[in-house]
């Protein structure tokens, strides 16, 4: 069993900046994604920053403000959002994909969410 623990969401104006964390534990042997996704009312979960195959991803729309970084020995990975949009209000979800002590296979775990909401 992996577990995620998130942190980080909160209510910030726009231009602001917020930083998310997402702690892995578990029975974990190796990482093989590792990143956070978005939804917001009404919409479908987005891919928003994830590291796929070792190489950092990011959606169109956060390119240039928002920057994915981790911490292997920690298990951890970290979201900095800078100028921060109305547009980026959504509930953040962390998302990876690991291979356990129990298993050959992958498996795939996501968070609870954290609610970051931006003001006008």
């Known amino acids: 069993q992996v577990q995620l623990v998130e942190s980080g969401g909160g209510l910030v104006q726009a231009g602001g900046s917020l930083r998310l964390s997402c702690a892995a534990s578990?029975?974990?042997?190796?990482?093989?994604?590792m990143g956070w996704y978005r939804q917001a009312p009404g919409k479908q979960r987005d891919l928003v920053a994830a590291f796929i195959g070792g190489s950092a991803k990011y959606t169109d729309s956060v390119k240039g403000r928002f920057t994915i970084s981790r911490d292997n020995a920690k298990n951890t990975v970290y979201l900095q959002m800078n100028s921060l949009k109305p547009e980026d209000t959504a509930v953040y979800f962390c998302?990876?994909?690991?291979?356990?002590?129990?298993?050959?296979?992958?498996?795939?775990?996501w968070g609870q969410g954290t609610l970051v909401t931006v003001s006008e």
């Open positions: 998302k990876v994909v690991v291979t356990t002590t129990m298993s050959s296979a992958q498996f795939q775990y």
């Open positions: 578990g029975n974990i042997v190796s990482i093989n994604t």
